[in-house]
């Protein structure tokens, strides 16, 4: 796994010529004191990407600080449980029932189901929320748990590779969320 020791502009750069055509999510626009703190790529040398994942960082009125992690992998890298702090590597209940939330991919829509987190370190408070995208599993990691009231409003992901100029305008930085 590359991740790098601080988030920055250039290191963020360096995730997406490792990433290569992965895609690697951020909720897009980002609003105002926002910031991502955080990044990361599952890949060997010289073979492709298997998982990305980034945060993003802020305040909510009813939460406080906020992290959105969001984790885009292949089946079976394990990338999202860990960040979730899940035992399983891929996520269990999936498409059981109605989705708890949807998320916007392009023209599409994502739905997302909650992971239950009971089995796992109970002072760890998230949320979890897994569906599938393009074939990958994608994960969305939301600490505190409450901050799930964040996904009432239409959110749009969108792949950090295709935002192009307003990359640069993004606001990088600040210790990384505990996963």
């Known amino acids: 796994m590359w991740r790098p020791q601080e988030s920055s502009y250039d290191a963020f750069v ?8 992965f895609p690697t999510y951020l909720p897009w626009p980002m609003g105002p004191g926002w910031h991502v703190s955080d990044f990361g ?5 010289g073979s492709s990407a298997r998982a990305t994942i980034s945060c993003v960082t802020g305040t909510s009125t009813l939460d406080g600080p906020v992290d959105v992690m969001v984790v885009s992998e292949e089946p079976g890298t394990g990338l999202g449980a860990r960040a979730a702090r899940l035992a399983s590597p891929d996520p269990r209940d999936v498409g059981e029932g109605p989705p708890l939330a949807r998320v916007r991919i392009g023209p599409g829509q994502v739905p997302l189901w909650a992971v239950s987190t009971s ?12 569906g599938e995208a393009a074939g990958r599993w994608l994960w969305l990691v939301l600490r505190p748990a409450s901050a ?6 239409e959110w749009i992901l969108r792949d950090a590779a295709g935002v192009g100029a307003p ?8 210790p990384p969320p505990v996963w």
């Open 148 to 153: 799930m009231l964040l996904l009432r409003d």
């Open 41 to 45: 790529v599952v890949v060997q040398p």
């Open 167 to 174: 990359l640069v305008e993004l606001a990088f930085g600040g």
């Open 14 to 21: 360096r995730h997406l010529e490792e990433a290569a055509d």
């Open 119 to 130: 089995e796992s370190d109970e002072e760890f408070d998230r949320t979890v929320l897994v």
